[in-house]
């Protein structure tokens, strides 16, 4: 995909919170072609400072994600998930933003362009897995993505999250510390991995995956949404100091 | 109508029932069994057509590395040494090691890709991308997930690094094309980097203990840059 993110209209990181190189040079903003799934219109309300979270309950539609032998689809559990991190979210002040609510199957840039399209926000995308330990919890961030800025100050659309790894890797970690402390067994610290869905967001952006599908009794994993509300939510209300965006005036979309 | 036939017929009518009800699901099992059947012949055929092992005689039987899953941790890979048949040929070298990789551990629990999963074609290109065509299996039986896809890459690349040092980044295609994903989560539209300088002899006496001592490899602390995307040229 080769296209460019827009200068002035979008989040940046403040320098000393991403090492990342020349991190003001890039000037992500959302493609044309918009999003799908609910997307809430936030851009009147937008402050400096990070206020929204853009919860992605992946998969959706004719992609159940990992399945259980009981019958168990990841892309039903995870819009149950969503639906107690959302609240949590709101009770710590967060407005939040959905990538889908039903069973819909946005894609990856449609989910990525929801995020890039805000102002001041976070990207979390939630996942259950096929394996793993049963009642653990993993934060995953991307891996390294080489900077990609082009002579007119562009970076590609297929490299948002190259300038935001520095702030996902904070975040990740205080998410994960969080979860590490509810949910025995989880890793103290967080993953990285090539996520497809992370790579194209502008924005910080963890993927919280739980363990698993493979539970014999979905209402294990039901358990578990309460404190992965919690972590999350604490965790994103721990990582608000460290993000603060340009108080730009520049018009948006 | 008279009685006595309606009673014959509605008679008729719960043994035609019942009868069904017992064969019914006997015939499902014997469809699912064929067809699991023809799957598997199909699979066993697109082997033997397309994965010739090339084993030469004369081929020095090496000491080599293939990384399968940890049989305590399911995110974790372990170094297994066995000794091959290598080529030195790096393209039939890395399809000896790949196929290798393929049939499993002894432990099928240690595996990190599915068993019906094929490669299909390997390239190795002038700059050192290695280009790995497996069979669609790959994709679809694999367990979906970021952590056992992120294995399942690793996997390749390290046992690829540790054996064929002219491999330098890894593309995986999917029966001759390119996924955006794996199963769903991990990234397959680019080359992941593979770090060549681990294929390097160990200059360390640990180089000479025992497979299990060596460190586990997981999918969030691989060292280097291994399995990390690189820019698109």
Do not use: C
């Not at chain 2, 280009?131 to 390290?158: H, K, M, Y």
């Amino acid at each position: 995909m080769s296209l460019a993110l827009i200068p002035s209209q979008a989040q940046q990181p403040v320098p000393s919170a991403a090492p990342l190189a020349n991190p003001s040079a890039i000037s992500p903003q959302v493609p044309q072609g918009g999003a799908a799934g609910s997307a809430t219109s936030t851009f009147g309300a937008q402050q400096a400072g990070l206020n929204i979270v853009v919860l992605d309950p992946a998969h959706g539609g004719t992609d159940p994600g990992a399945r259980g032998t009981g019958g168990i689809r990841e892309s039903e559990i995870v819009l149950d998930f969503a639906i107690q991190v959302r609240r949590a979210l709101e009770q710590e002040g967060f407005q939040v933003v959905q990538t889908r609510q039903g069973n819909e199957d946005p894609t990856f840039d449609d989910r990525s362009a929801l995020a890039n399209a805000q102002r001041g926000a976070v990207f979390v995308t939630l996942h259950i897995s096929s394996t793993g330990l049963p009642g653990t919890a993993r934060v995953y961030v991307n891996s390294d993505l080489p900077a990609a800025i082009g002579a007119n100050g562009l970076i590609p659309w297929d490299r948002a999250q190259a300038p935001f790894l520095g702030l996902s890797k904070k975040l990740g970690e205080l998410v994960q510390g969080l979860l590490a402390q509810r949910f025995k067994g989880s890793p103290d610290s967080v993953q990285t991995a090539s996520v497809r869905q992370l790579r194209t967001t502008a924005a910080p952006a963890i993927a919280v995956e739980i363990s698993s599908v493979t539970v014999n009794d979905r209402a294990d994993l039901d358990r578990m949404a309460p404190g992965v509300a919690d972590a999350i939510a604490h965790g994103v209300a721990a990582f608000k100091p460290s993000y603060v965006i340009p108080n730009t005036t520049g018009a948006l979309p | 109508m008279t009685p006595r036939w309606r009673i014959w017929a509605i008679g008729g009518l719960i043994v035609a029932v019942v009868a069904a009800a017992i064969y019914f699901p006997i015939l499902r099992r014997r469809v699912r069994r064929a067809a699991r059947q023809q799957q598997q012949s199909e699979e066993q055929a697109r082997r033997e057509l397309t994965q010739p092992i090339a084993v030469n005689p004369g081929d020095p039987r090496v000491k080599s590395t293939l990384f399968w899953g940890s049989d305590t941790n399911d995110s974790t890979l372990v170094p297994v040494t066995v000794e091959l048949p290598l080529s030195k040929d790096p393209v039939l070298r890395s399809k000896q090691v790949l196929n290798t990789l393929l049939a499993g551990p002894v432990d099928a629990e240690s595996r990190t890709l599915p068993p019906e999963a094929v490669l299909l074609a390997f390239y190795l290109l002038p700059d050192g991308t290695a280009v790995a065509d497996f069979s669609e299996a790959l994709a679809t039986l694999i367990p979906s997930g970021i952590a056992s896809e992120q294995l399942a890459v690793n996997s390749i690349a390290r046992t690829l690094e540790a054996n064929v040092p002219q491999v330098q980044r890894l593309k995986i295609l999917i029966h001759g094309q390119e996924m955006e994903t794996l199963a769903g989560h991990l990234d397959l539209t680019e080359a992941f980097v593979v770090n060549t300088k681990l294929a390097q002899p160990p200059p360390s006496p640990a180089a000479n203990a025992p497979a299990t001592a060596s460190p586990a490899l997981t999918p969030g602390q691989a060292p280097g840059k291994l399995a990390q995307p690189e820019s698109k040229p």
